[in-house]
């Protein structure tokens, strides 16, 4: 399996529910997942990276931007939850 760290900027006119239908939209996809931070997710999936993306794309509007890479088990956090670090710990 993959590890993939997906992070995002919705551009303007950019609205809550424009993340709410991301995060969903992620969550519909991925059933492995952490959300350390607002615009940030690791996944694990047997997709690519370049397969993340385009799947993420279907719901973004031209001036959001988009990063996914893959993810090696070399980490460190900072004031991130306990159970994101857990998850962590388990998956990386």
Same mark, same amino acid.
Do not use: C
């Given at each position: 399996?993959?590890?993939? /760290? ?20 992620? %969550?519909?996809?991925?059933?492995? =997942?952490? +959300?350390?931070?607002?615009?940030? =997710? ?10 993340? +993306?385009?799947? /993420?794309?279907?719901? /973004? ?13 070399? =980490? ?5 939850? %306990?159970?994101?670090?857990?998850w962590m710990?388990?998956?990386?």
């Amino acid at each position: 399996m993959n590890t993939i /760290l997906i992070s995002y900027d919705l551009g303007v006119p950019e609205t809550y529910i424009d993340y709410i239908n991301l995060a969903n939209h992620i %969550k519909s996809l991925y059933s492995f =997942w952490a +959300r350390p931070v607002k615009s940030v =997710w690791i996944i694990k999936t047997f997709d690519t990276a370049e397969q993340v +993306r385009d799947k /993420l794309m279907s719901i /973004l509007d031209q001036n959001d931007k988009l990063i996914v890479v893959g993810v090696t088990g070399n =980490w460190g956090t900072y004031n991130v939850s %306990k159970e994101v670090t857990e998850w962590m710990k388990t998956n990386l």
